[in-house]
């Protein structure tokens, strides 16, 4: 089992930037690699990274470039920075973690809101 709770979230200006905390408990030796997904108010919860257990990160289109997902040293935190922040980006965040056992499971946190308005 794997627990994750992220923070951080909270009221931001338009062109603000905030960083969003996951951090893991339970069997994170088990974990292969950890998501950032995000969920808008009335719309499908959407992708917005990942870091592998090498360290590789990919991202999505719509925030390449104002997103850097990295891990703390301790490798059982997960950070979002998000520069350049726009109204758009309001949403819940949350981190995944999927693991490399066999089946594969998958975790989620409770989320952090994250509210982008002036």
């Known amino acids: 089992q794997v627990q994750l709770v992220e923070s951080g979230g909270g009221l931001v200006q338009p062109g603000g930037s905030l960083r969003l905390s996951c951090v893991a408990s339970?069997?994170?030796?088990?974990?292969?690699?950890m998501d950032w997904y995000r969920q808008a108010p009335g719309k499908q919860r959407e992708w917005v990274g990942g870091?592998?257990?090498?360290?590789?990160?990919n991202y999505a289109d719509s925030v390449k470039g104002r997103c850097t997902i990295s891990r703390g040293n301790a490798k059982n935190t997960l950070y979002l920075q998000i520069i350049s922040l726009k109204p758009e980006d309001t949403a819940v965040y949350y981190c995944?973690?999927?693991?490399?056992?066999?089946?594969?499971?998958?975790?989620w946190g409770q989320g952090t809101q994250v509210t982008v308005s002036s």
């Open positions: 995944k973690a999927v693991t490399a056992t066999i089946p594969v499971d998958e975790y």
């Open positions: 870091i592998s257990r090498g360290g590789s990160t």
């Open positions: 339970g069997s994170i030796f088990n974990i292969n690699y």
